[in-house]
């Protein structure tokens, strides 16, 4: 049940993309994204509703694709303040109060 | 802003010490959660309390009881450490009715070893 994240790791120069994807073989209402630095409190990014939106934040976005089943954050043009492990929480519908989260791919990025 | 407290950031225990790791939210909060993290396991949901004296199991409960007297604060007890329950050790909190785009909000977590 536990949704799988891909890729597991990712190392970036700064400037560069990176694509982050989360994956259910269930159906989703919600999909939540964060990013945690090192040693710190995991902060919330985004949340991507049922609709198939996408949805944006400075140069990271993401889409949800629901017949997919699939959530991607893109983060364009990195910088070294990307650097940490994001995963993502997912809800099969809505306000269940539980999250489900994947497996975290955790990313770092190089002067 | 939420703020979603954890009593210690680092703390080492020995097999079979009972243990308790505290925390605590300042939004008033209905729900909270006890999370475990482990390098490609992700989080995994301990015990989730919805309301005063209310639990309910997560996905690995074993090994672990919860306790949650007041609303603000909410108790992961490790009845007997075990060495293979030194991991990463996260609260969460949320509304019991979301508004559609809010979420869970964090803490930054107790590491916890035991030798």
């Known amino acids: 049940q536990q949704p799988v994240q891909s890729p597991q790791a990712v190392i970036l120069r700064e400037g560069e993309d990176a694509v982050i994807n989360c994956s259910s073989s269930?159906?989703?209402?919600?999909v939540h994204w964060y990013r945690q630095k090192h040693g710190e409190a995991p902060v919330f990014l985004m949340i991507l509703l049922k609709g198939g939106e996408q949805k944006g934040h400075e140069k990271i976005s993401a889409s949800f694709n629901e017949k997919k089943q699939q959530s991607s954050l893109y983060l364009t043009a990195s910088q070294l303040s990307y650097s940490g492990t994001y995963f993502c929480g997912t809800e099969r519908t809505y306000n269940t109060d539980k999250l489900i989260f994947g497996t975290g791919t955790r990313l770092q990025v190089f002067p | 802003d939420v703020k979603v407290t954890q009593s210690s950031r680092y703390l080492v225990k020995r097999t079979g010490e009972k243990v308790f790791l505290e925390c605590v939210q300042d939004?008033?909060?209905?729900?909270m959660f006890w999370y475990r993290q482990d390098p490609g396991l992700g989080l995994r949901l301990i015990y989730f309390s919805y309301d005063v004296k209310m639990k309910e199991k997560g996905d690995i409960p074993e090994g672990y009881s919860v306790s949650r007297e007041k609303k603000e604060r909410f108790s992961l007890i490790l009845e007997s450490a075990s060495t293979n329950q030194t991991s990463m050790y996260l609260c969460?909190?949320?509304?019991?009715?979301?508004?559609?785009?809010?979420?869970?909000?964090f803490g930054p977590g107790t590491r916890l070893t035991v030798l």
């Open positions: 969460a909190s949320s509304l019991a009715r979301r508004e559609r785009g809010d979420t869970q909000y």
């Open positions: 269930k159906a989703l209402y919600s």
């Open positions: 939004m008033d909060h209905e729900n």
